[in-house]
């Protein structure tokens, strides 16, 4: 029991106590381990405090540093500005000072000039004065001699009468009537060599544009003319285009509205109608129904059809060519067309499609010439004889139609002006229209551009004859050079030089007014006096 008893204490010391000594010792050296640590981190974190309060003294002291050194500076720049803005003040007030003493002088030189002036002024009164009073007095000597003069020009006008036989009315007269005829033979002579150098100098000038515009307008002098015969194969296509009962020709007739003349003529149809386009679709409508061979009705309305729409398109194109031939655009497409329905048109045998080209060719070169607007001179041109595609189907003439057509596409008042006037009815407003009446006369005068029938030219030439000899004192009268001259001779004993004039102006103005000729006609007058005596 005893050894039991010392065995289980041995064993519990074994157990329980030297497990709670092992653990008291472990406890005490990581006690005192952790101190020892935990002074040499306070040491360290002091050490570093110490040093961060060092560095942050150390900046404080740097930006104090930098801060006075920053202050000073700015009192040292605020200063600089200082001085610089009271420089400038006192140069500015130096040189408005200077300014006003400037002012001041001139105010004062000013003055003494006024003063100066009124002194002299008032000198020149007094004179002015004394001229006046001295004036005065000559006026009541020179009224006192007038009377004296007016008794002595009534009593010569009395002694004259007496002598003359004449009253003062009477004499008045006749030296006035003296004077008038003298004053009209010399303003007649004046007249007429002042007409004659300007007549020179401009025949000069539009000689030289004229050329110079015709030759740089090459067109040519054949003009194309609307074809109003179709040939045929062989007399036999005859019988087959008027049909069974005629039905063919009928159809013909009535889808174009043109007139085929079918007669004995050999292997030729003559399409007769006014309208030259319809003309131009009957023209071309039968010429392919005779070159396809199948002519019957239903066949006749598509073939029309087809060309009428082709023809459209011709008519189309070839407005627009001529736009860009004479190099204007913007016109309405309405008028464009119209300009292409020209070129089956003809006026005199000259196709209107051409002479309209020319004519806004010819108006653009002079208008170049003289430096005027060439796109307004050539607009014009090209639509002066606008009219004449309507002109068959409306009631009016050309021009009216041409203006209304203008008027109603909104052209310029200008334009229209120059369309009314290329014929002279109106009054033109611009030089651009009467560029577009010379134009109009070149392009129909010139050789072989229009041709006349012979009973209308021999009418016209009689009465350019009869228009001539109709006035007081003509004896004779000629139209020659193709109506392009009138020559007249006067009786000598009844009119002078002077009225010979007047009288070419007359007769000139009369052919203006109820003649109609294209280009001008030269009106010119001869008076020649012969005296005759025999020797016996």
Same mark, same amino acid.
């Given at each position: 029991?005893?050894?039991?008893?010392?065995?289980?204490?041995?064993?519990?010391?074994?157990?329980?106590?030297?497990?709670?000594?092992?653990?008291?010792?472990?406890? #005490?050296?990581?006690?005192?381990?952790?101190?020892?640590?935990?002074?040499?981190?306070?040491?360290?974190?002091?050490?570093?405090?110490?040093?961060?309060?060092?560095?942050?003294?150390?900046?404080?002291?740097?930006?104090?540093?930098?801060?006075?050194?920053?202050?000073?500076?700015?009192?040292?720049?605020?200063?600089?500005?200082?001085?610089?803005?009271?420089?400038?003040?006192?140069?500015?007030?130096?040189?408005?000072?200077?300014?006003?003493?400037?002012?001041?002088?001139?105010?004062?030189?000013?003055?003494?000039?006024?003063?100066?002036?009124?002194?002299?002024?008032?000198?020149?009164?007094?004179?002015?004065?004394?001229?006046?009073?001295?004036?005065?007095?000559?006026?009541?000597?020179?009224?006192?001699?007038?009377?004296?003069?007016?008794?002595?020009?009534?009593?010569?006008?009395?002694?004259?009468?007496?002598?003359?036989?004449?009253?003062?009315?009477?004499?008045?007269?006749?030296?006035?009537?003296?004077?008038?005829?003298?004053?009209?033979?010399?303003?007649?002579?004046?007249?007429?060599?002042?007409?004659?150098?300007?007549?020179?100098?401009?025949?000069?000038?539009?000689?030289?544009?004229?050329?110079?515009?015709?030759?740089?307008?090459?067109?040519?002098?054949?003009?194309?003319?609307?074809?109003?015969?179709?040939?045929?194969?062989?007399? +036999?296509?005859?019988?087959?285009?008027?049909?069974?009962?005629?039905?063919?020709?009928?159809?013909?007739?009535?889808?174009?509205?043109?007139?085929?003349?079918?007669?004995?003529?050999?292997?030729?149809?003559?399409?007769?109608?006014?309208?030259?386009?319809?003309?131009?679709?009957?023209?071309?409508?039968?010429?392919?129904?005779?070159? +396809?061979?199948?002519?019957?009705?239903?066949?006749?309305?598509?073939?029309?059809?087809?060309?009428?729409?082709?023809?459209?398109?011709?008519?189309?194109?070839?407005?627009?060519?001529?736009?860009?031939?004479? #190099?204007?655009?913007?016109?309405?497409?309405?008028?464009?067309?119209?300009?292409?329905?020209?070129?089956?048109?003809?006026?005199?045998?000259?196709?209107?499609?051409?002479?309209?080209?020319?004519?806004?060719?010819?108006?653009?070169?002079?208008?170049?010439?003289?430096?005027? +607007?060439?796109?307004?001179?050539?607009?014009?041109?090209?639509?002066? +004889?606008?009219?004449?595609?309507?002109?068959?189907?409306?009631?009016?003439?050309?021009?009216?139609?041409?203006?209304?057509?203008?008027?109603?596409?909104?052209?310029?008042?200008?334009?229209?002006?120059?369309?009314?006037?290329?014929?002279?009815?109106?009054?033109?407003?611009?030089?651009?229209?009467?560029?577009?009446?010379?134009?109009?006369?070149?392009?129909?005068?010139?050789?072989?551009?229009?041709?006349?029938?012979?009973?209308?030219?021999?009418?016209?030439?009689?009465?350019?004859?009869?228009?001539?000899?109709?006035?007081?004192?003509?004896?004779?009268?000629?139209?020659?050079?193709?109506?392009?001259?009138?020559?007249?001779?006067?009786?000598?004993?009844?009119?002078?030089?002077?009225?010979?004039?007047?009288?070419?102006?007359?007769?000139?103005?009369?052919?203006?007014?109820?003649?109609?000729?294209?280009?001008?006609?030269?009106?010119?007058?001869?008076?020649?006096?012969?005296?005759?005596?025999?020797?016996?």
């Amino acid at each position: 029991m005893t050894e039991f008893s010392s065995l289980l204490l041995a064993d519990t010391w074994m157990v329980v106590v030297f497990p709670l000594i092992a653990l008291l010792l472990g406890a #005490g050296i990581v006690a005192v381990i952790w101190v020892v640590l935990n002074q040499n981190s306070k040491k360290k974190c002091k050490n570093k405090l110490d040093e961060t309060n060092r560095r942050v003294e150390e900046m404080l002291e740097s930006a104090k540093a930098e801060s006075r050194q920053l202050k000073k500076e700015a009192i040292l720049e605020a200063k600089e500005q200082e001085i610089r803005h009271r420089n400038e003040f006192e140069q500015e007030m130096k040189e408005k000072r200077a300014e006003q003493q400037r002012a001041e002088a001139r105010i004062t030189r000013q003055e003494d000039l006024l003063v100066r002036k009124e002194e002299e002024l008032n000198k020149k009164h007094e004179s002015l004065e004394q001229q006046k009073a001295h004036l005065n007095e000559k006026l009541d000597e020179v009224a006192k001699q007038q009377e004296q003069v007016s008794r002595q020009h009534e009593l010569m006008v009395q002694e004259l009468e007496r002598v003359a036989q004449l009253t003062k009315e009477e004499a008045k007269q006749i030296l006035t009537d003296e004077i008038l005829d003298e004053t009209r033979r010399d303003c007649a002579m004046q007249v007429r060599n002042l007409e004659q150098q300007a007549k020179e100098e401009c025949e000069l000038n539009a000689k030289n544009i004229i050329s110079l515009a015709i030759q740089r307008c090459a067109s040519d002098h054949a003009s194309e003319t609307t074809v109003s015969v179709v040939s045929l194969p062989n007399d +036999d296509m005859k019988a087959r285009i008027i049909g069974r009962e005629g039905r063919n020709i009928r159809a013909i007739e009535n889808a174009t509205g043109i007139e085929l003349v079918i007669d004995d003529t050999p292997e030729v149809v003559i399409l007769s109608g006014f309208d030259p386009v319809r003309r131009e679709i009957a023209r071309i409508t039968l010429e392919r129904l005779i070159q +396809d061979g199948r002519i019957h009705p239903a066949r006749i309305e598509e073939t029309v059809e087809k060309v009428t729409k082709e023809l459209d398109q011709q008519i189309k194109a070839a407005g627009e060519n001529a736009m860009f031939e004479v #190099g204007i655009f913007g016109i309405h497409p309405e008028l464009i067309r119209l300009i292409g329905r020209l070129k089956y048109r003809t006026s005199y045998g000259q196709n209107v499609y051409r002479h309209s080209i020319e004519v806004s060719q010819l108006a653009g070169l002079m208008a170049q010439e003289l430096g005027l +607007d060439v796109n307004f001179a050539k607009r014009a041109g090209l639509l002066h +004889d606008i009219g004449k595609a309507v002109d068959h189907e409306q009631e009016g003439t050309h021009i009216q139609l041409g203006a209304d057509l203008a008027k109603k596409y909104k052209e310029n008042a200008m334009i229209v002006n120059a369309i009314m006037a290329h014929h002279g009815d109106v009054e033109p407003k611009t030089i651009e229209a009467v560029l577009v009446q010379a134009a109009d006369a070149i392009s129909g005068a010139r050789p072989g551009a229009r041709r006349e029938t012979g009973t209308n030219y021999v009418k016209r030439l009689e009465k350019l004859e009869a228009i001539a000899s109709g006035f007081h004192g003509v004896e004779k009268s000629y139209a020659i050079q193709a109506g392009r001259e009138v020559r007249v001779i006067v009786k000598p004993d009844q009119v002078d030089d002077a009225k010979a004039l007047f009288l070419a102006k007359d007769i000139a103005k009369k052919i203006e007014a109820e003649l109609e000729y294209p280009g001008q006609i030269k009106v010119n007058v001869i008076r020649e006096f012969r005296s005759v005596e025999f020797a016996k």
